[in-house]
């Protein structure tokens, strides 16, 4: 099955083509660049190194968030097109876990991270198995310290991954200890590979209904909520 | 049109509207599809860039589906796909023009970026002929512009507003007259049961000069509604309504007919959501007739508010013009006419 991975979550944007069990090609930058510019070219450059056509493409992997906003919907909004109108499936992954994916023959707990502003991380809770990445506290968004704090209960070594990791090592280590580890600048950029693999098994999405897991409300909404609830009280 | 037929796939993001659309030739609408996200944005008296943004990645592949299903059309059977680069809100434009730029890949089809005023103007297209030199006023929530074109695809900004968009002022005049969003149209409904008796200035700038000013107006209007109050006077909300629409709306007409006497043109064409205001309609047909040799061209209100078939339309002329977008092609939210 020849495959389309795109993750424009973070700054990092990724694409990959994976054909059968072959990984023929895959595209990495981190930069502070413009998503919007970059990916189709990108994609279009990859796919004619490939000596492919759209039309060979028979399935598209998106990373779905969370991330930036804007980077994920310019990814998700180009797989949703592509899988439409090529008439092939689309699966979306979790942002995170093709972060933690990196890391897969940690022996230990995973914790991939995103930045979030105010103290806030997006995170999640992933182990490796023989390889496999499993996850077993879902993404969320939560302050670096409580979730530190929380993950003492596990008493297992664990690996922070992601290029904001440096940002928040030290809330983790003042908790945690010599337990917690960062993985090398190697393995922070998310792997599109590694997403394309996540992505080539799983149950397809609808398309039309698909959207990014955002996580968080837009905050007008949540401040709109916020005093309808004020009003009820 | 001589030999082939020329279909182009229009796409529209640029606010609260997900909008697609098939033109044939130019002129002929297909297929015209939109999505409103109106009530959506209703309960924050306003659009809200990040909901907006959000609501295009849920509509575009349903939108553009239920566009090809009207036409009964396949996308590889299109000629060229035309898409909103600007301006308008930069999360909301990334989606149409992204999603655009994914199926002129998939199917090898030539791509073309659209200004989304250009696009506004060419909905007349889809009405009537457009006959050089022409003149178009352009009203809507974030525009107040006359524009000069001597022939297709050449725009000259001759007038344009200072400070608060048309739109911009019917909005913040209704919420101070505590009318419901958006304002534009409840204005004009109330206006119709009032008397212009506030006096309200109208602002006319420095001679010969074709640009608009509104802020004074709104503030005008703000004001005169909270001295009343102090004084425990009541003005009818239809009367300021009224007052509001009458004065807007003379100097809209006014500079209209001025430049078009002054650029002496053969069509006068009236474009963006504001052209559905029923008071300006009627009083700019009414002082056309001063001009008798020039044509007035008003589309009908669907084609007013934003939709993407006059994108289509507009793409039309730049595609057989030969201009074309890469995948490079990014939202531009300040871009140029
Ligand atoms: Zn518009």
Redesign the interface.
């Known amino acids: 099955m020849k495959v389309l991975a795109i993750d424009t979550s973070t700054f990092v944007m990724g694409i990959a083509v994976v054909d059968g069990q072959i990984v023929k090609g895959e595209i990495i930058t981190n930069l502070k660049k413009n998503h919007s510019i970059r990916v189709m070219s990108a994609i279009e450059a990859l796919l004619q190194e490939c000596d492919m056509s759209p039309k060979d493409l028979e399935r598209i992997v998106v990373a779905k968030g969370p991330g930036s906003y804007t980077g994920v919907r310019i990814g998700v909004t180009i797989a949703k097109t592509l899988a439409w109108t090529l008439n092939i499936p689309l699966v979306g992954v979790s942002s995170l876990e093709v972060m933690a994916a990196s890391a897969k023959y940690f022996q230990g707990l995973v914790v991939p991270l995103m930045d979030a502003r105010r103290g806030q991380i997006y995170t999640g809770l992933y182990q490796a198995v023989r390889g496999d990445i499993q996850s077993i506290v879902a993404d969320q968004v939560i302050l670096a310290t409580d979730w530190a704090n929380e993950l003492k209960a596990y008493d297992q070594p664990i690996l922070l991954v992601g290029n904001d990791s440096v940002l928040h090592e030290a809330t983790f280590v003042e908790t945690l200890g010599h337990s917690v580890q960062v993985a090398s600048e190697t393995l922070h950029n998310p792997r599109p590979s590694e997403l394309a693999w996540l992505g080539i098994n799983r149950e397809p999405e609808d398309i039309h209904t698909f959207v990014p897991n955002y996580i968080r409300l837009a905050e007008a909404e949540a401040n709109w909520l916020a005093r309808q609830q004020e009003r009820t009280e | 049109m001589s030999e082939k037929d020329i279909f182009v796939l229009g796409i529209e993001t640029s606010c609260d509207e997900t909008a697609a659309a098939i033109v044939k030739n130019g002129r002929e609408i297909v297929a015209n599809v939109v999505s409103s996200q109106m009530e959506s944005h209703q309960?924050?008296g306003g659009v809200?860039p990040?909901?907006a943004?959000?609501h295009h990645?849920?509509q575009?592949?349903?939108v553009?589906?239920e566009t090809m299903k009207q036409a009964n059309m396949d996308?590889s059977e299109i000629d060229a796909i035309a898409v909103t680069e600007g301006p308008g809100l930069v999360?909301a434009l990334?989606?149409g023009?992204?999603?655009a730029?994914?199926?002129a890949?998939?199917?090898r089809i030539p791509l073309v970026g659209v200004h989304h005023i250009a696009g506004h103007i060419y909905a007349n297209q889809l009405v009537q002929e457009m006959k050089f030199p022409l003149l178009a006023l352009v009203v809507s929530g974030g525009h107040t512009e006359l524009i000069y074109m001597k022939e297709h695809g050449v725009f000259e900004v001759i007038g344009e507003t200072r400070d608060d968009a048309a739109g911009e002022a019917y909005d913040k005049v209704a919420r101070a007259l505590q009318l419901p969003y958006p304002g534009g149209p409840h204005i004009d409904c109330l206006a119709k049961q009032g008397k212009p008796t506030v006096d309200l200035p109208r602002v006319w700038l420095e001679e010969g000069s074709y640009d608009f000013s509104f802020s004074g107006l709104k503030s005008a209007v703000i004001n005169t509604l909270h001295n009343a109050k102090q004084r425990g006077e009541t003005i009818l909300p239809e009367d300021m309504a009224a007052s509001f629409q009458t004065s807007v709306v003379e100097v809209l007409v006014g500079k209209t007919i001025q430049a078009a006497a002054h650029y002496d043109v053969k069509q006068i064409l009236l474009a963006g959501g504001v052209a559905a205001n029923e008071g300006l309609r009627t009083q700019l047909q009414k002082q056309v007739e001063q001009l008798p040799e020039v044509e007035l061209v008003i589309p009908p209100l669907s084609l007013c508010t934003d939709n993407a078939a006059m994108i289509a339309a507009a793409g039309t002329v730049l595609f057989q013009q030969g201009k074309r977008a890469?995948?490079?092609l990014?939202?531009n939210p300040s871009l140029l006419l």
């Open positions: 309960r924050f809200v990040e909901i943004s959000r990645v849920e575009i592949t349903l553009l589906e996308v999360g990334l989606i023009v992204n999603a730029k994914a199926l890949f998939a199917h890469t995948m490079a990014n939202a």
